[in-house]
């Protein structure tokens, strides 16, 4: 059983930077992908960026290129999100999630394990 634990949320002014981690343990394989993800009160999650651990392929979501970059210290098993240029429109719970890659890197659906999520206020 894989177990998250995010952190690095907060509140910061539009324009602003913030990076977020998510330290997993636990067994995954090297079929395994990790995502972020974030979700508004009231609506659904949206796929953010995926990262698939066998070869560090990267998805990112449209309505964050060029502003949100994923990566992975597979030495310390830890998820990163740095975000920069934030917008107002970001703010959401952001969850880390994990599961075996089945070629839907930004569907919910993919993913059988989440952390509790990482709050992010922007104003």
């Known amino acids: 059983h894989v177990q998250l634990v995010e952190s690095g949320g907060g509140s910061v002014q539009a324009g602003g930077s913030l990076k977020l981690s998510c330290l997993a343990s636990g067994y995954m394989s090297e079929n395994y992908i990790m995502a972020w993800f974030r979700q508004e009160p009231g609506k659904g999650r949206e796929g953010v960026a995926a990262l698939e651990l066998a070869f560090g392929a990267t998805f990112v979501a449209t309505s964050v290129q060029g502003r949100f970059y994923i990566s992975r210290d597979r030495t310390k098993n830890i998820l990163y999100l740095q975000m920069i240029n934030l917008r107002p429109g970001d703010t959401a719970m952001y969850y880390c999630?994990?599961?075996?890659?089945?070629?839907?890197?930004?569907?919910?659906?993919?993913?059988?394990?989440w952390g509790q999520g990482t709050q992010v206020t922007v104003s």
């Open positions: 999630a994990a599961g075996v890659n089945g070629g839907r890197a930004l569907e919910e659906d993919q993913y059988n394990s």
